[in-house]
């Protein structure tokens, strides 16, 4: 028989090395947050002599305004104390970059500001009161009046962890036309990555690397010198816009089909009129390098946002639906909506009408906001 240490009789050492491997500045806190000892054995956080502190300034060209790289965080909130089936809700959180000033409540698939809120909602949302698990940081590059910096449509960042020092941070993003470019901490300027042929539709870390999806289906690799590494072969798909995203470990691309208005405008890089009519779902086959068209999700729910996409389990968000992908559209009239595909029956909906679909999104929970929050739909259109 094996025989067992309990957890409290392991060396430091090894503790110490557990704790240096932590990225997320939450789960740095719980560590810290068990005992004296396990405090004493990682710093606290900010760590290092130059941390990269959001949002972060780029460099200006003359009569440009002036640039930052914001960060928000996508969570899994939860109560402290649960008991029958797990029910949670998805928030994003974004701080302001100076230090006291509170968090801003945004809507999980955009920028949008959260305004709606029920007269019992708290008007102080301590996260250190729930049980809270990230999802994702998502990074954004915005003018100091908080719109999309027209000249770069999405960006990565790497490394994104807890112990990251400004001067280790790079950037890379889609800039106009459909290329690459990139930006480490101190550049001057954007570079263009070059040799690129191709117009890139998104951009994300995978498995601690960037990855660019170009509109054929091509997924790439940028190497650390940031050359352009084909990693896939193209897809057989035709559709008009592709996003990459994780679940479970594997890489997904998912197509987008849109029918065009007859007149197209855009704002902050975002086609205006232009409607989803449909998606096909596909899996990066790594091992014998194919595509393999996915059909179902099975409980996952893909979420594709404006800065970033994810998925999750909807076996940790009791009474969700899953088998679904939740996307933005921009619309003529009330801005950014959340509409949901069903992967079953090639349906979509708007989620601020479908109560099913809406519940991992709002209404807050009873454990958040005792008072019932009526699912209106003229109170959520600017945001659901």
Known sequence: MENTVPWSDLPKELWCMIGKKLDTPTDVRRFRS???????LIPPLPHGNNPPLFPLQL???????????????????????????????????????????????LSPLSKELIKYKPGSFPSVLNTLDFRVTEIVKEYAVEVDDGANFRRVAKVALFPDSAWADAGECAVVGILEGGKLGHWRYGDEEWSVIEGQDCHFDDVMVYKGQFYAVDRLGTVSWIDPSFRVVPFSPPMC??????????????????DRYLERAALTRYRNNREVGSETVK???Y????????????????????????????????QEFGGCVGNCIYFTELSNFYGVE???????????KRAAFSPDYLRILWPPPAWISPSPCPLDPKNMRTVF
């Open 283 to 314: 899996r990066l086959d790594q091992e014998w390098g194919k595509w393999d068209e996915v059909r179902r999700l099975g409980d996952v729910a893909l979420f594709l946002g404006d800065h970033s996409c994810f998925s999750v389990s909807v």
């Open 237 to 254: 798909g035709g559709g008009d816009r592709k996003h990459m995203v994780e679940a479970g470990g594997d890489l997904y691309v998912v």
């Open 279 to 281: 998606f096909r779902v």
């Open 59 to 105: 460099p200006l060209r003359p009569g440009q305004k002036p640039a930052f790289v914001t960060r928000s965080t996508i969570y899994r909130l939860q109560p402290p104390e649960e008991s029958g089936p797990a029910f949670a809700w998805l928030v994003k959180l974004e701080g302001s970059g100076e230090p006291g000033r509170p968090l801003r409540l």
């Open 34 to 40: 068990v005992c004296s000892s396990w405090r004493s």
């Open 338 to 348: 959340v509409h949901v595909f069903c992967m079953e029956d090639h349906s979509i």
